[in-house]
């Protein structure tokens, strides 16, 4: 259920949803010659033609600018005269989350012709001319893209250092830091095209075709052209540049010059977190479109005799799918995006609690001057998932999973994720 629910949230973002039903409404089709006298000429031309065509198109441009500058240090305690000194700086903890969850497409087509076509020759005359030409034209095309630029800048300075304490006499110094906690996640998720084709039972209406029971000398003929054709392109192209710059300083700490006590700095710890989780382009597509010769019959029977009878039927099925990901779209609209498409990180990272100085001072011959520095923990989770193409029966495609605040494992199976898409 993983990737259902990341695709759901996708969905629910309020990145454009377009759900399309569209049944191609070649219903209930009979067409028939019959009872007529002899030497009659009875001809029936019939064409039908339906054509559905579904665009979806999505372009997301985000650019997040976070500049965090959280202080408690930079304090100066300088040329004090008789008495302690002491810097004492509380603590700095920053969060930041950047989510942005953009482009989601969804569809349902039926490619196939619905109801059925019926045609009949039947009981006429001796000598008589019938004909019937029937053409049928199904098209479906759907196109599917998604096009993000995403462009996150998050810069963080957590600061409990750069205190001084110089130039005292008369006490002892102490310069105590607090400590640094910064949390940096940023989680860019999108591009995703879901698209069922077809009705999932492999085929449309039945076609039938009948020369029975027609009169001695009589001349039949039926001519079918029955078309279906399925065309599905999806498409997508991500550029996303994260850049993320965390400074967390609790040294840089100076006691320098004291005369007349103990000098001690004790700095703070540094912890700093940074995630990156980047996760586009996904195509999903189940294309079920056998249409014409799924149930299909054709008879000639009990005609009389040097009746002359013909049924000439010709059928065409094409399907074409095209899923893509950072390339140039297929379909004949030709979008041609083309564009830059990359994942770029940058992650700086700069803990710090060293860089302090006690130098130079004078005090109790038997004190000695301490520095004693907190602890720095670092730690950076960069993933990057995508560029995954399904088309037909997914199984089980498992993804990692990532814990950003949401899950971000994938699990596809199709009709689960049109359920839960509200397409089910």
Known sequence: MELKRKIAAVVASGALLISSFATPALAGTTIEISGNSTYSDNTANVTTTNNTTVVQDNNANITNNVNVDADTGHNDANDNTGGDVT?????????????????SNSASVDCCPTGDTSVLISGNGSNSDNDVNLGQTSTTNLFQDNNAKIYNNVKVDGDTGKNDANDNTGGS???????VDTKVNISNAGNVNSAQVGNGT????????????????????INLGLSNSTLLSQSNNAYIK??????????????????????????????????????VNF?????????????????????????DNDINAKLDESLSVFQDNCGKDQHELNWGHHKKCA????????GDTGKNDAEDNT?????????????????VDLKNSGNVNVLGDSGDLELPDFDLGFDLSLHLDLSDLLMLLGLG
Do not use: F, Q, R, Y
């Open 363 to 379: 005090g109790d011959p038997d004190g000695d001057p301490s520095v004693e520095t907190g602890d720095v923990d670092a730690m």
């Open 343 to 350: 994942l770029n990180n940058d992650v700086d990272v700069d």
């Open 87 to 103: 810097v004492k700086t509380g603590n700095v903890d920053t969060d930041v989350s950047v989510s942005n969850t953009v482009n």
């Open 242 to 279: 994260n850049h993320v710059d965390v400074d967390a300083d609790t040294g840089k700490n100076d006691a320098n010059d004291n005369t007349g006590g103990d000098v001690m700095i004790d700095t703070g710890n540094v912890d700093v977190e940074v995630g990156v989780d980047n996760m």
């Open 173 to 179: 110094v102490t310069i105590e830091t607090g400590d």
């Open 202 to 221: 492999g085929g449309g209406g039945s076609v039938s075709a009948w020369i029975i029971g027609n009169a001695t000398h009589s001349d039949n003929t």
């Open 283 to 307: 195509n999903v597509a189940d294309v079920d479109c056998v249409c014409l010769l799924s149930d299909l019959l054709a008879k000639i029977a009990g005609n009389g005799s040097n009746s």
